[in-house]
């Protein structure tokens, strides 16, 4: 058995690899079809450079099988307790 590897990466970096597999999530479980597809590349990098966004790789072979991507930030409800909040994966 092939082992999966997992790690932490940069959204920057990551634009070009993860965009079928958006495109293939949104097709398959997406709400909304009437609405299109269209990420906030710049927002989605603004956050992770102001530390509030953690994107993660699954790669089997070299090549990305999976991501989950978080938005981090200190909890409204719970003041003191920084907390992930899932976007997509």
């Known amino acids: 058995m092939r082992p ?13 690899e ?7 999530h949104y097709r398959e479980i ?3 079809q009437d609405i299109p597809l269209a990420p906030d590349k710049d927002r ?3 956050a992770e450079d ?6 993660f ?6 090549n990305m099988i999976g991501y989950a991507v978080f938005f981090v930030s200190w909890h409204a409800h ?3 307790s920084k907390q992930a ?3 997509v994966a």
């Open 78 to 80: 719970y003041a003191t």
């Open 4 to 16: 999966v590897t997992f790690q932490r990466e940069r959204a920057h970096d990551l634009w070009a």
């Open 85 to 87: 909040l899932q976007d």
């Open 18 to 24: 993860i965009e079928p597999l958006l495109e293939a």
């Open 57 to 62: 790789t699954a790669l089997l072979d070299g």
């Open 50 to 55: 102001g530390g509030t966004l953690r994107c």
């Open 30 to 32: 997406a709400t909304f």
């Open 44 to 46: 989605y990098n603004g």
